[in-house]
């Protein structure tokens, strides 16, 4: 236990952890955490070294918040936006997957979102009507919690691993004992990943899309941190080398592509859901009966999406048109503009390291973990649910790998975005009184 001499008020931390009724606070999803450290911060007027939810902490680039005064300028507010989306969108979002996947989806394949949370949800639902027989979606974990939510909230099953201990060839048989059963609909993952923040191999890629041919599950490749796997200078549009994806194996995927991170405008929720051309125009039968369109493409738009928003923001998909034009045009390094994420997580975790904690997902086959948005940490002799609560009484925030699937009980999600230049001698003065009250036997 934490002592009562600690940075941030022992008694207030205690009192406000009691007020909220829970029995692990270690426990908490996301937001009931941020809830938590503004209650925190607000009764005792001191900042938290912030490292719970992944928010953009890059202001946006200008060419997007121009394009969306343009269009707000223009009237666009009082229209409704055509539920697959403005013509200027599809067609730079078919450009930019073209430029920066090096692969081949049409504009009429390419369909707003409100975000890439509605993308998923609505990915998800639409996977759970295609069979009569099939509605289990597969999770490639660690992933992000409120995917699992949002199957909660419709009642579509799920079931889970975490790849780990899976890498390389390992998967194939991993994935076998999951999709020869038969009742799999879809996988799902994240690349780079949250929260691990570990890339997918080629060879692991492969080996996904030639599991989704054989068993014909769809592939729900979620690249939420597009190109931001900075190892590699993935910002040239046209030039290997390009973002990894499972679309080069199989033509069984749906991509969900933000704007929240790689290009700071998560405020607007605005992301593109891309189907592969073959998946769009694919005819299923029991979608006649539980949607009334057999037609793929069309059920996910005019049955699926429609029923959860008449259309994504009308000025947004300007501004996101904007970016992906000049991402594609060479004009806009959209990469570079993020990289501030990788070389904050170098500096963190050196400081974690020194303190007396473990980085907990540390390779990517025989590579040290890329230096990115996310990276996980642990800390001797105590178990990950209790380490986030020992850690808010020095005014550090996390969240466990419990909620996300994840099999490495002793960790946290640390994520970089949130942490300023001018608090890193906080981050470090706070890690090294924790270490000095938690002595490592």
């Known amino acids: ?55 953009p902490g890059i202001p946006p680039h200008q060419l997007g918040t121009e394009a969306e005064i343009a ?43 409100v975000g890439s949370m509605q993308g998923g949800f609505a990915t998800f639902m639409m996977m759970s009507r295609v069979y009569a027989d099939r509605k289990t979606t597969l999770f490639i974990d660690p992933g992000f919690p409120v995917q699992k939510q949002q199957h909660q909230v419709m009642g579509i099953p799920y079931e889970q691993f975490d790849v780990y201990n899976y890498r390389g ?6 994935l076998e004992s999951y999709l020869s059963k038969g009742h799999i609909t879809s996988m799902i993952y994240s690349n780079p990943n949250n929260p691990s923040w570990i890339c997918f191999t080629e060879e692991e890629l492969q080996i996904i899309g030639e599991m989704a041919n054989k068993y014909n599950v769809v592939v729900i490749e979620d ?38 991170k790689a290009f700071s405008y998560a405020g607007q929720r605005i992301g593109i859901l891309a189907i592969s051309n073959e998946l769009y125009g694919k005819d299923f039968p029991h979608l006649k009966d539980s949607l009334g369109i057999s037609n793929f493409g069309r059920a996910l738009i005019y049955k699926v999406i429609y029923s959860l ?10 501004a996101m048109a904007a970016m992906l034009k000049a991402a594609s045009d060479g004009t806009f390094n959209f990469v570079k503009y993020v990289s501030e994420y990788g070389e904050r997580a170098a500096i963190m975790k050196k400081m974690f390291t020194s303190n007396g904690f473990n980085i907990v997902y540390d390779k990517d086959g025989d590579e040290p973990i890329a230096d990115g948005f996310y990276f996980t940490f642990s800390y001797p002799g105590m178990e990950g649910e209790k380490l986030v609560e020992e850690l808010l009484y020095y005014g550090i925030s996390a969240i466990s790998l419990n909620i996300t699937g994840s099999s490495r009980s002793e960790g946290l999600r640390a994520c970089v975005s949130q942490v300023s230049p001018d608090q890193m001698k906080d ?15």
Not at 223 to 237: G, W
């Open 71 to 113: 269009a707000l300028k223009a009237g666009k507010a009082a229209i409704y936006p055509m539920i697959d989306g403005v013509p200027e969108l599809k067609n730079e979002a078919s450009r930019f997957i073209k430029m920066f996947l090096d692969i081949d989806v049409k504009p009429e394949c390419c369909i707003p979102t």
């Open 223 to 260: 690249l939420a941190y597009f190109a931001m796997d900075f190892r590699k200078d993935l910002s040239k549009p046209g030039i290997p080398p390009f973002q990894a994806t499972v679309a080069k194996y199989t033509s069984n995927y749906i991509l969900l592509i933000s704007s929240s």
């Open 169 to 174: 060839k390992a998967l194939r048989e991993k």
């Open 1 to 55: 236990m934490a002592s009562v001499n600690t940075p941030i008020d022992f008694s207030t931390v205690k009192s406000r952890i009691e007020s909220t009724g829970s029995t692990c606070i270690g426990r908490s999803t996301i937001r009931e955490l941020v809830k938590l450290v503004n209650d925190i911060e607000k009764a005792t007027g001191q900042k938290f070294v912030r490292m719970e939810m992944g928010v």
């Open 427 to 441: 981050l470090e003065f706070r890690l090294k009184r924790f270490h000095e009250d938690h002595p490592v036997k």
């Open 309 to 318: 928003s008449s259309g994504t923001s009308h000025s947004a998909q300007y």
